[in-house]
């Protein structure tokens, strides 16, 4: 009688786990995901019973200390570094460390590999990070918020993806190629931003330090070191450099994308040869006699020729195959959990027209930028590059749909409420803790509004194709 609820605990496990991995691989998987995380933040932050312990969780400091057992090494890394801190300095360089691999990937061989495939993108996406700045500094020159002009220039690019998978086949299959090149090529312009304009004062000894771990990396590259451990341990070394450097860590995550070397450890030749000798053993093999299949040495083979195929695959593809669960799954709902729990004390935040003469327009700023901006300076910017003829629209699109399509580029949900943590830093601290609580619901209402708004305009220019 026992066995039929063990029977079927196992089997709705089963069932659990085969419903869970269909879920993930759905496009609109992720930005479902970070959606709940962003309601669940704003419950934890406002909520009587949760909101101290939420804060209380993301402002607890802890340290990792390395002490041998002779006392010879006491090592205390990093100080006094809290939870939000360990969240936003060291799992979102993994973050951005699979973004540079993802660039990588699109230079090599994807939508940015010629320039006449990554002119347009690349144009669209600078047009589309210099209109939203130039609004916002419209907005709020000399004003204490005018440091927040990168706010509204990044592009999210899963829950644009989510969008679009939504839509179907009302976008063009072309457009939809051409935004998430644009998403990319935009989230390298927002990662130049902060390691340029957002970083610490520069300490050039350290810096210069983790350019010589570089050159390592280099050489190492360079004389065909194709395992990745070394790869992961100078990343780590270059990681540690640049965060005590004072230019923000997350760049070291996009510089080691860019040194992991892209070829296989097996070309192809070497590859069928191996391939042809554990294939051939594990036939020979059929012989021993085992009540088991496969047997002790079979399995030996498949162990082997499971290796094989790993290593026919270039390590960065790799390396982003293994982190992308993590960083889709884990890492960005954990950052949605501690950034975007902002606690609403003055339902004002929500007025993201209100300017504070003394403050400036936070909330207008950004949610301006990212509603009319990003569009305006995406499409403006490609119907130059068009006219110039440096640039080539989209196959089957028209400039409606373009512009439907470019107010997409308003979701600027992940980059934007990062660039958020790291601006009005030159403010008391409670004033920059306002300052960036309006900031982040400015982005999540500017966020939204553009998502619907592009949303209802591809469904009206739907029936309009390019002649």
Not at 113 to 119: D, F, G, R, V
Not at 304 to 316: F, P, R, W, Y
Not at 343 to 368: K, T
Request: charged fraction near 15%; charge should be positive; glycine fraction near 8%.
């Amino acid at each position: 009688m026992r066995l039929i609820p063990i029977y079927t605990w196992n089997k709705g496990i089963r069932n659990f786990e085969m419903r869970s991995r269909t879920f993930g691989k759905q496009p609109w998987a992720q930005g479902i995901i970070l959606l709940a995380c962003v309601a669940l933040a704003m419950l934890l932050a406002n909520l009587p019973f949760t909101k101290q312990l939420y804060h209380d969780i993301l402002n607890t400091t802890f340290t990792i200390h390395l002490a041998s057992p002779s006392g010879g090494m006491d090592l205390s890394i990093p100080r006094g570094m809290t939870i939000e801190g360990f969240i936003n300095d060291i799992l979102m360089v993994v973050f951005f460390f699979t973004v540079g691999l993802e660039i990588r990937r699109e230079v090599a061989y994807g939508e940015l590999s010629s320039p006449k495939k990554a002119l347009m993108p690349i144009i669209a996406a600078f047009g589309g990070v210099v209109a939203p700045a130039i609004i916002y500094t419209l907005v709020n020159h000399g004003t204490p918020a005018a440091s927040g002009w990168g706010i509204p220039t990044a592009t999210d690019i899963a829950f644009a993806v989510c969008i679009l998978s939504v839509l179907g086949d009302k976008v063009p299959v072309s457009l939809k190629v051409f935004l998430t090149a644009l998403a990319i090529a935009d989230d390298l312009i927002a990662i130049l931003v902060v390691a340029l304009f957002y970083g610490g004062k520069i300490n050039f000894l350290l810096l210069g330090i983790a350019f010589l771990v570089i050159l390592l990396t280099l050489l190492l590259r360079r004389i065909g070191e194709k395992k990745m451990a070394p790869y992961l341990v100078l990343a780590t070394f270059v990681w540690i450099l640049f965060y005590y450097s004072g230019i923000h860590a997350t760049m070291s995550g996009v510089v080691m994308a860019f040194l992991i070397p892209a070829t296989p450890r097996y070309n192809k030749s070497q590859f069928q040869h191996k391939w042809k000798i554990y294939n051939q053993r594990f036939d020979d093999y059929a012989s021993v006699p085992s009540m088991a299949y496969p047997n002790g040495p079979q399995r030996h083979c498949l162990k082997k020729l499971s290796q094989i195929a790993d290593g026919s695959m270039e390590m960065t593809y790799r390396v982003e195959n293994f982190l992308s669960p993590w960083v889709n799954f884990l890492i960005m709902p954990v950052f949605a959990l501690a950034n975007a729990g902002v606690e609403i004390s003055d339902l004002s935040y929500f007025n993201v027209f209100h300017f504070d003469p003394a403050l400036g327009g936070v909330g207008m700023g950004i949610f301006l930028g990212l509603l009319l901006g990003k569009p305006i300076g995406i499409t403006l910017s490609s119907w130059l590059a068009v006219k110039c003829k440096v640039g080539e629209m989209p196959d089957k699109a028209s400039w409606p749909m373009f512009f439907a399509v470019a107010c997409l580029g308003g979701i600027g949900f992940t980059m934007s409420i990062f660039v958020d943590t790291l601006s009005f830093g030159g403010q008391s601290p409670e004033v920059m803790q306002q300052m960036r609580d309006m900031g982040k619901i400015a982005v999540l209402l500017g966020s939204l509004s553009s998502g619907i708004l592009g949303s209802v305009l591809v469904n009206i220019f739907k029936g309009i194709r390019k002649k």
